[in-house]
């Protein structure tokens, strides 16, 4: 009926179709089931097989992690076990990104996305495959790097669901288009990949599918939201600018610092004030810079915000109210015009998974993990710019995986130490079983999808 025809001379057609040629129709229901459990047990067994090799590359990739728009080394490792296991692979997309095609006859075409940048953070994990790396940052000061957000894991889950899918070419038809994006965590990776032509110089997707770990969920697990699930974010700068001086004689001086207070505390009204109440918003003041020495009113206060909400209505009425108050603020206290900067290039847009294409990856996830193991959950205000991919107009789903034992999740429910999140320096992923995981459900996703 999506094709347009109805449903008896549908099915007729059909018949006749499938006896003489094999037509593909993007918007035709799935093809038959194949046997999904029969298939998880097909790629469990590949898994095991793998996993000495894909454990070492991970380890491998979790010392030698690189800062967003700098990851040459683990593109080059990346490009190298792609194209050993027959993709055609094309370096050097949106900087540093990788674009790789394995073409198998007639059907969709499938974008598989690994993020690929770590963190400026030291490795405090203890673990004997720790990060030892150092680095000088763009302002010249030394600092650690470190997967602390578990992108080594989704390039390791990457690479063994390329091999499992190339071992399994006689079960699917279609294109897979695997994308190792640079930059996620700048926001700026995956606008630089589509900004140099990946819809248009590759085969564009049907369908994209990404995973990210969970640093507070069993690993063995997968959870997904359906619909919005990750928030838009901004970064917002304001420059507060008065009249500097002496700080015994405030009265001959416009004090920056006093105007700023007001404004840090004014900005707090905007969703407890402003908004509605059950439409997410955060704004929060992450940096406070102003002043040098106690006896001194600088003559300019500089905040950086950064600022969440998921409706694009909202998301124009909290950028507006905040240019608004520091505006009043400024104009109270008889200041220079404060100087308000939204950057569009620190911009990322909300991720709205896909329904139709979210429930049918979850029940085929479910139909091979157990209904126990596959969980919904609700949104969170973090950002991811796989939303990108969504707004250049191709249905995408993520879901998130297990990484945790499910006994020091219990420990932390009971009052003991509370898990490390991802982003910190502690954060670890036990990866045997996350691996396993995340290269059976990533495979199952995508053959759900391609399945002859
Ligand atoms: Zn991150
Ligand atoms: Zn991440």
Same mark, same amino acid.
């Given at each position: 009926?999506?094709?347009?025809?109805?449903?008896w001379?549908?099915f007729?057609?059909t018949l006749?179709?499938?006896? !003489?040629?094999?037509?593909?129709?993007? /918007?035709?229901?799935?093809?038959?089931?194949?046997?999904?459990?029969?298939?998880g047990?097909?790629?469990?067994?590949?898994?095991?097989k793998?996993?000495p090799?894909?454990?070492?590359?991970y380890?491998h990739?979790?010392?030698?992690p690189?800062?967003?728009? *700098?990851?040459?080394?683990?593109?080059?490792?990346? $490009?190298?076990?792609?194209? *050993?296991?027959?993709?055609?692979?094309?370096?050097?997309?949106?900087?540093?990104?990788?674009?790789?095609?394995?073409?198998?006859?007639?059907?969709?075409?499938i974008?598989?996305?690994?993020?690929?940048? &770590?963190?400026p953070?030291?490795?405090?994990?203890?673990?004997?495959? /720790?990060?030892?790396?150092?680095?000088?940052n763009?302002? =010249?000061?030394?600092v650690g790097?470190?997967?602390?957000?578990?992108h080594?894991?989704?390039?390791?889950?990457?690479i063994?669901? #390329?091999?499992?899918?190339?071992?399994?070419?006689?079960?699917?038809?279609?294109?897979?288009v695997? +994308? /190792?994006?640079?930059?996620?965590?700048?926001?700026?990776?995956?606008?630089a990949?589509?900004?140099?032509?990946?819809f248009?110089?590759?085969?564009?997707?049907?369908? #994209?599918?990404?995973?990210?770990?969970?640093g507070?969920?069993?690993?063995g697990?997968?959870?997904?939201?359906?619909?919005?699930?990750l928030a838009?974010?901004?970064?917002?700068?304001?420059?507060?600018?008065?009249?500097? =001086?002496h700080? &015994? $004689?405030p009265?001959?001086? %416009?004090d920056?610092?006093?105007?700023a207070?007001r404004? +840090?505390?004014?900005?707090?009204?905007?969703?407890?004030?402003?908004?509605?109440?059950?439409? /997410?918003?955060?704004?929060?003041v992450g940096?406070?810079?102003? =002043?040098?020495?106690?006896? +001194?009113?600088?003559?300019?206060?500089h905040l950086?915000?950064?600022?969440?909400?998921?409706k694009? &209505?909202?998301?124009?009425?909290v950028?507006?109210?905040i240019?608004?108050? $520091?505006?009043?603020?400024?104009?109270?206290?008889? $200041?220079?015009?404060? %100087?308000?900067?939204?950057?569009p290039g620190?911009?990322?847009?909300?991720?709205?998974?896909? +329904?139709?294409?979210?429930?049918?990856?979850v029940?085929?996830?479910k139909?091979?993990l157990?209904?126990?193991?596959?969980l919904?959950r609700?949104p969170v205000? =973090?950002?991811?710019?796989?939303?990108?991919?969504? *707004?250049?107009?191709?249905?995408?789903?993520?879901?998130?995986?297990?990484?945790?034992e499910?006994?020091?999740?219990e420990? &932390?429910?009971?009052?003991?130490r509370p898990l490390?999140?991802l982003? !910190?320096?502690e954060?670890?992923?036990?990866?045997?079983?996350?691996?396993?995981?995340?290269?059976?459900?990533? !495979?199952?996703a995508v053959?759900n999808?391609?399945?002859?």
């Amino acid at each position: 009926m999506r094709c347009g025809i109805a449903p008896w001379p549908m099915f007729v057609l059909t018949l006749i179709l499938i006896s !003489s040629v094999s037509v593909y129709c993007p /918007a035709a229901d799935p093809p038959a089931a194949t046997d999904l459990p029969e298939l998880g047990k097909a790629i469990r067994a590949l898994v095991d097989k793998d996993y000495p090799y894909l454990d070492a590359l991970y380890k491998h990739l979790h010392a030698h992690p690189e800062l967003s728009f *700098q990851e040459k080394e683990t593109a080059a490792r990346l $490009a190298k076990e792609m194209r *050993q296991i027959g993709f055609e692979v094309t370096e050097n997309v949106g900087k540093t990104g990788l674009v790789c095609v394995l073409k198998n006859g007639s059907g969709p075409v499938i974008l598989v996305r690994t993020d690929m940048d &770590a963190l400026p953070i030291v490795e405090r994990t203890g673990l004997g495959y /720790a990060s030892q790396v150092r680095v000088r940052n763009a302002e =010249g000061r030394e600092v650690g790097v470190m997967h602390a957000c578990g992108h080594d894991v989704h390039m390791t889950c990457w690479i063994g669901t #390329a091999r499992v899918l190339a071992q399994l070419k006689d079960r699917w038809k279609g294109t897979l288009v695997f +994308i /190792a994006q640079p930059a996620e965590e700048i926001g700026g990776g995956a606008r630089a990949m589509l900004e140099d032509g990946l819809f248009k110089r590759f085969p564009k997707p049907d369908y #994209a599918l990404a995973l990210h770990c969970d640093g507070q969920a069993p690993y063995g697990t997968v959870n997904y939201t359906e619909g919005p699930s990750l928030a838009n974010a901004d970064a917002v700068d304001i420059i507060v600018r008065g009249r500097g =001086g002496h700080g &015994a $004689a405030p009265h001959q001086t %416009i004090d920056p610092v006093v105007i700023a207070a007001r404004i +840090i505390l004014d900005l707090q009204t905007i969703a407890s004030r402003e908004t509605d109440p059950l439409d /997410a918003v955060v704004v929060s003041v992450g940096a406070i810079h102003g =002043g040098t020495k106690h006896n +001194i009113i600088p003559s300019e206060v500089h905040l950086q915000l950064t600022v969440r909400t998921f409706k694009d &209505a909202t998301r124009q009425h909290v950028l507006e109210a905040i240019e608004r108050i $520091a505006k009043a603020a400024a104009q109270a206290a008889r $200041a220079p015009e404060p %100087i308000v900067r939204v950057h569009p290039g620190e911009f990322t847009p909300s991720l709205v998974n896909d +329904i139709p294409l979210t429930r049918r990856t979850v029940a085929a996830l479910k139909a091979v993990l157990g209904e126990d193991k596959v969980l919904p959950r609700p949104p969170v205000m =973090g950002a991811e710019d796989f939303s990108r991919y969504a *707004q250049a107009g191709v249905p995408v789903c993520m879901f998130r995986i297990g990484t945790v034992e499910p006994q020091r999740i219990e420990e &932390a429910r009971q009052g003991g130490r509370p898990l490390p999140s991802l982003h !910190s320096d502690e954060y670890y992923p036990i990866p045997e079983p996350t691996i396993k995981t995340g290269v059976l459900a990533m !495979s199952v996703a995508v053959l759900n999808l391609l399945a002859r």
